[in-house]
């Protein structure tokens, strides 16, 4: 699958392969709707509106769970004008980012944040449009 082949790669870069459990690691991703995400967003973040992805904290060996509505990346591909499967690609590294340790809450982390991504998805041959990050 697409998830499994982005995630994977960008699990070989060596900030992101550092930050890994040693052996194999899983990540679950679930594609969903808005609804469901505004309800994960608003029960587990207190945040009531609709976001694109949600990133859940596992343990062990398994990393964690992200949530990803398909309707938001189908109207966030079009708004950069990129295809649906780069902008789920670039919400998968998003998420994994996540779930080992990365924010964006502040510009040096945003910038850190960005670089990555856009190292993962150069892995597997996504090119995000001027201004997507």
Known sequence: SLARSVLARTASLPEVAARL???????????????????????YAGNDYVTDVLSFQGSGAHLGDLAISWATVVRQAAEFKHEPQAEFALLCVHGMLHLLGWDHAIPAERKEMARLTVAALDLSGVRLPAGRL
């Open 21 to 43: 459990p040693e052996g194999v690691s899983s990540i679950a991703v679930r594609i969903t709707g808005d609804a469901e995400l505004r309800r994960l967003n608003r029960t």
